[in-house]
């Protein structure tokens, strides 16, 4: 049985609602991390490398705070991240890796995505 995609304003209403949650300035999702021992992940933690998705939460945080460059110096790549997940999200289709080929493009994505988040934030304004 196939399931049904939700409509439209259902979708646009799920995105409200993480931006709402997102907006949040005690979120129990930081807390979480906290908790998990997730913040500052492991990789930054131990080898001091940041991944294509450290800084995300604090990045989606002022994003959504509108204080953009705050939100590009905690991760540059936090506008086409968002901006995908939000596609997937109105699309209401998850991305799938089908072959080999998809595995290793996706492969390459994360290793240019942890040097572009590794470039150094000095060019971007003050917030």
């Known amino acids: 049985m196939k399931a049904t995609r939700p409509s439209i304003a259902v979708r646009l209403l799920l995105l409200g609602a993480l931006a709402a949650f997102g907006r949040l300035d005690e979120n129990p999702l930081v807390r979480l991390e906290a908790l998990l021992g997730l913040s500052p992940s492991p990789l930054e933690r131990f080898v001091g490398i ?24 905690a991760n540059v790549l936090v506008i086409p991240i968002l901006g995908m997940i939000g596609a997937a999200i109105l699309c209401w289709r998850a991305p799938r890796m089908s072959s080999a080929g998809r595995e290793i493009w996706f492969f390459a994505a994360v290793v240019a995505g942890t040097a572009i988040n590794n470039l150094p934030t000095a060019w971007i304004g003050a917030g």
Do not use: D, K, V, Y
């Open 50 to 73: 940041r991944g294509p998705f450290s800084g995300m939460t604090e990045a989606s945080f002022q994003l959504l705070h509108l204080q953009i460059a705050a939100a590009l110096r």
